[in-house]
């Protein structure tokens, strides 16, 4: 009376999970956002490119499924390497941390805003093709 199960393999999906997106944006992008402040005293078109690369790279490595992490990730991790980073230079100076994470922002905004847009239509593009999906 013993009901026999299948026994299911499992599934070999390549890519990266959403930690593993997760981490490898981050350390990428404080990596670079890091070394740009300490060299450059501030931020600007190197830690740009690097936040579009791993934006790219993380849509481009990453499982099915991982589409909001990559887009989510990469502007909260220069949020935190710029704060690091300008912490590391000048100090804990709240007032001027401030005034240097506000000037960091700006001028890293363009690329923010193109990684962003990427990251967020690659989100909803695929989320649309789930949905077409299951109601077919």
């Given at each position: ?14 890519g ?14 404080t ?6 402040i300490?060299v ?47 912490t ?9 941390l ?39």
């Amino acid at each position: 009376m013993s009901a026999q199960t299948e026994i299911k393999k499992p599934s070999v999906k390549v890519g990266l999970t959403k930690q593993g997106v997760a981490i490898l944006q981050s350390l990428f992008i404080t990596l670079v956002v890091v070394l740009e402040i300490l060299v450059r005293h501030g931020v600007g078109a190197i830690s740009g490119v690097a936040i579009c690369i791993a934006t790219i790279g993380s849509v481009r490595f990453g499982r099915l499924g991982t589409e909001y992490v990559s887009a989510a990730t990469a502007p909260l991790a220069f949020a935190f390497a710029a704060i690091i980073g300008i912490t590391a230079v000048d100090g804990l100076h709240f007032s001027k941390l401030g005034v240097d994470l506000v000037a960091a922002l700006a001028s890293a905004a363009p690329y923010l805003l193109l990684s962003a847009t990427y990251g967020w239509l690659n989100f909803l593009k695929s989320r649309r093709t789930k949905r077409s999906a299951v109601t077919k």
